[in-house]
């Protein structure tokens, strides 16, 4: 098993920023990528950013050149820098590791979630 808390969600102005964190726990030797995804209400959940155990990086468009991802594996830490907030924004961001044993079969880890309110 793999536990994930987060940490950094809060209330925040439009244009403001926000750093979350995800520690991770557990039986993480085989982990690979991990992620940030969010979930406003009434709307179903959406990958917002995810990075590689090699550092590669991915970016739901709505956030392209305002969201930054990192990991440091020797903490098993990821971070999530958010600039530039926009009440759209407004979610709960859930945090998610994958350990994925073929290409097509993979267990998905979660974190409870942390708030994150754009207020405009």
């Known amino acids: 098993q793999v536990q994930l808390v987060e940490s950094g969600g809060d209330l925040v102005q439009a244009g403001g920023s926000l750093r979350l964190s995800c520690a991770a726990s557990?039986?993480?030797?085989?982990?690979?990528?991990m992620g940030w995804y969010r979930q406003a209400p009434g709307k179903q959940r959406e990958m917002v950013a995810t990075?590689?155990?090699?550092?590669?990086?991915t970016y739901a468009d709505s956030v392209k050149g305002r969201f930054t991802i990192s990991r440091d594996n020797a903490k098993n830490m990821v971070y999530l820098q958010m600039n530039s907030l926009k009440p759209e924004d407004t979610a709960i961001y859930y945090c998610n590791a994958r350990r994925r044993y073929t290409y097509s079969t993979y267990t998905d880890y979660w974190g409870q979630g942390t708030q994150v309110t754009v207020s405009s």
């Open positions: 557990g039986s993480i030797f085989s982990i690979g990528s």
């Open positions: 990075i590689t155990s090699g550092g590669t990086t």
